[in-house]
């Protein structure tokens, strides 16, 4: 074989064998990039010694307060009567209405025959503090959202709202004449701020006629417009976190917009246990 010929081989060789790489190299697939999946929220260490510090904070607090909590006997569900009985014994509840995973812890006090007062505390990372709240400014009820067992007795409903970080109190009560409240409320960096306030004053004259005042945030609106807002503030129940009600309210729709069994509010040896956790 002469020099060209071989020359020509080699370069034939070379060329197949190029080829050939070519062609695996392409048959090889890349690999399937592995799909991330979300990650679940975890439970950091530090929130979890944050959650244990509160809980343990606000065992002391009703510990501290357990003879008040006792003492408020005829908390009820409607069609129950607590005459000369008790009532559900369910004062205390757990919340987290800021959104920071460290509820809120609220609680009914009596000190004295039947008058009740609310409670709300916060966590502020090394103690729980309570929390003062407009809207009960007068000499009935201390500043706070009462429950009253005097004339037509107090009912109230204290829920979480659906929109982030909300807080309302219904509550009404009577005597000569009917009053229903609406407080609303945002809880931001622990403290309470009073949003809008609504009432309905229902009475009747000598003659028999019926009267309804709505008012919003102290002005007078129209009977329309103070239902609608009614209604839609008790649309906004998320959680029904303490409620009573010293008689049936058959014309309030709250009450049929949450289970009471599945309402957050629990005994005091619930609490002490929950919070001993």
Same mark, same amino acid.
């Given at each position: 074989?002469?020099?060209?010929?071989?020359?020509?081989?080699?370069?034939?060789?070379?060329?197949?064998?190029?080829?050939?790489?070519?062609?695996?190299?392409?048959?090889?697939?890349?690999?399937?990039?592995?799909?991330?999946?979300?990650?679940?929220?975890?439970?950091?260490?530090?929130?979890?010694?944050?959650?244990?510090?509160? +809980?343990?904070?606000?065992?002391?607090?009703?510990?501290?307060?357990?003879?008040?909590?006792?003492? +408020?006997?005829?908390?009820?569900?409607?069609?129950?009567?607590?005459? =000369?009985?008790?009532?559900?014994?369910?004062?205390?509840?757990?919340?987290?209405?800021?959104?920071?995973?460290?509820?809120?812890? #609220?609680?009914?006090?009596?000190?004295?025959?039947?008058?009740?007062?609310?409670?709300?505390?916060?966590?502020?990372?090394?103690?729980?503090?309570?929390?003062?709240?407009?809207? #009960?400014?007068?000499?009935? =009820?201390?500043?706070?959202?009462?429950?009253?067992?005097?004339?037509?007795?107090?009912?109230?409903?204290?829920?979480?709202?659906?929109?982030?970080?909300?807080?309302?109190? $219904?509550?009404?009560?009577?005597?000569? +004449?009917?009053?229903?409240?609406?407080?609303? +409320?945002?809880?931001?960096?622990?403290?309470?701020?009073?949003?809008?306030?609504?009432?309905?004053?229902?009475?009747?004259?000598?003659?028999?006629?019926?009267?309804?005042?709505?008012?919003?945030?102290?002005?007078?609106?129209?009977?329309?417009?103070?239902?609608?807002?009614?209604?839609?503030?008790?649309?906004?129940?998320?959680?029904?976190?303490? #409620?009573?009600? $010293?008689?049936?309210? =058959?014309?309030?729709?709250?009450?049929?917009?949450?289970?009471?069994?599945?309402?957050?509010?629990?005994? $005091?040896?619930?609490?002490?246990?929950?919070?001993?956790?």
């Amino acid at each position: 074989m002469n020099t060209k010929t071989r020359l020509k081989s080699a370069i034939a060789i070379v060329i197949s064998a190029l080829l050939i790489l070519s062609i695996v190299g392409c048959s090889k697939k890349e690999p399937k990039k592995e799909e991330k999946k979300p990650s679940k929220p975890k439970v950091t260490e530090k929130h979890e010694q944050n959650r244990k510090a509160a +809980y343990s904070a606000y065992k002391t607090v009703i510990e501290q307060n357990s003879t008040t909590i006792k003492a +408020y006997s005829w908390q009820t569900v409607p069609g129950k009567n607590t005459y =000369n009985a008790r009532g559900i014994d369910r004062p205390i509840a757990l919340c987290d209405v800021d959104g920071d995973k460290i509820p809120e812890l #609220f609680f009914f006090t009596s000190q004295n025959q039947g008058i009740a007062r609310l409670h709300i505390y916060t966590f502020n990372g090394k103690e729980a503090v309570e929390r003062s709240y407009a809207g #009960f400014n007068d000499d009935v =009820n201390g500043g706070r959202l009462s429950d009253v067992m005097a004339a037509a007795g107090t009912s109230y409903v204290v829920y979480k709202g659906k929109e982030a970080n909300t807080l309302y109190m $219904y509550d009404s009560s009577g005597d000569d +004449y009917m009053q229903y409240n609406i407080h609303k +409320y945002t809880m931001k960096n622990s403290k309470l701020e009073l949003v809008e306030t609504l009432s309905n004053r229902v009475s009747q004259d000598d003659s028999g006629n019926t009267s309804d005042v709505y008012k919003r945030n102290g002005k007078t609106v129209p009977n329309a417009q103070g239902g609608k807002s009614f209604t839609s503030s008790f649309a906004q129940l998320d959680k029904a976190i303490i #409620f009573s009600t $010293y008689r049936d309210e =058959n014309n309030v729709s709250l009450w049929k917009k949450f289970s009471f069994d599945g309402a957050l509010c629990i005994s $005091y040896d619930q609490a002490i246990t929950k919070l001993s956790e």
